[in-house]
């Protein structure tokens, strides 16, 4: 058997070789930069993919993912409050604009760093801290409006912009927290005074009510006294006695009925009383006579107020 030759083997060898280092892979997702002799030649998508050895070279790999850029910002508010705020960037690099996204820009999250930069530093001024809280979606969509009318140029698509973080400086946070537990304090004693100020009104109600009832109670016992004297008095009008001895009669009764009353308990003052029979006929006499001065002098005034 003929030996082979070594020149021919390696001559084989390089061969295989060189066919070899032609043959690529690109992964999904991804999109390779082929050039030919140092100018752009083509665009190598997913799959495997075969260059020129020696002629053509990948020159760049681009990946056609969606990607994420967080941006720190420090800026101040309308009111003279220095925030910081992170705002970040879903971007991805539109699959028939690969040429434009290699060549066109050389450090795509430098620019889009210096959009977000330009526009947030230009809105958030304009507004309060307060404001800035409220409207951070719209700083979002203004954002995401300015930067794809800019990257789409360069053949990016801008996917989404978030406002992610909002952070004041510590002191204003403090203050701010004091503000809303001292709202809190004002709002919680609104509704302290005003429960205090029904349970007032609640309980006046019922000392009302119960002072109607009260003097409710004590007219009509009032009324069933007059209507006892009334009875009394008939019954010994009926048996000959005239009007001013029954009363007599029922006042010196009702004199000993108290006595015996306060007799009866221990605990009750002692009032020092005139116990002759005689008394009590005085003490209706001065009644009688108080009734009737009383009633000539409001006769008096009332004669004398008709005639003016």
């Known amino acids: 058997m003929p030996e082979l030759n070594p020149i021919i083997i390696f001559l084989a060898v390089g061969l295989l070789a060189i066919i070899a280092s032609g043959i690529f892979v690109v992964k999904q997702q991804s999109a390779f930069i082929i050039e030919r002799f140092g100018k752009f030649h083509s665009i190598r998508q997913s799959g495997l993919q075969f260059k020129i050895p020696v002629f ?5 790999k681009v990946s056609l993912r969606v990607q994420q850029l967080d941006v720190p910002i420090e800026t ?25 996204a290699f060549y066109k820009l050389q450090n795509p999250a430098d620019q889009i760093t210096s959009y977000v930069f330009d526009l947030v530093r230009a809105e958030v001024p304009k507004m309060k801290l307060d404001d800035v809280f409220v409207k951070k979606d719209d700083i ?7 930067l794809s009318g800019a990257m789409q140029e360069y053949g990016f698509k801008i996917i989404k912009a978030l406002v992610t973080d909002i952070e004041p400086d510590a002191s204003v946070k403090h203050s701010m927290n004091r503000i809303n537990a001292a709202e809190r304090e004002k709002l919680a004693a609104e509704f302290d005074g005003e429960a205090e100020r029904i349970r007032i009104v609640a309980k006046a109600r019922a000392e009302a009510e119960s002072k109607r009832l009260q003097g409710q109670g004590i007219a009509d016992q009032r009324r069933e006294i007059a209507k006892g004297l009334e009875e009394s008095v008939q019954v010994l009008n009926d048996v000959g006695i005239n009007s001013q001895e029954a009363s007599a009669l029922i006042v ?11 007799g009866e308990n221990a605990n009750s003052n002692l ?10 006929s005085d003490m209706l006499t001065s009644m009688v006579a108080s009734f009737t001065a009383s009633q000539q002098l409001g006769d008096a005034m009332a004669k004398k107020n008709n005639n003016s």
């Open 252 to 262: 010196v009764t009702q004199h000993y009925d108290t006595l015996q009353s306060m």
């Open 271 to 280: 009032i020092m009383m005139p116990n002759a029979p005689a008394a009590a």
């Open 76 to 100: 101040k508010t309308f009111d003279d409050v220095f925030v910081r705020m992170q705002v970040s960037i879903q971007y991805m690099v539109m699959q028939e604009a690969v040429y434009d």
């Open 140 to 146: 979002a969509i203004a954002v995401k409006e300015e």
């Open 56 to 60: 053509d070279k990948v020159s760049g």
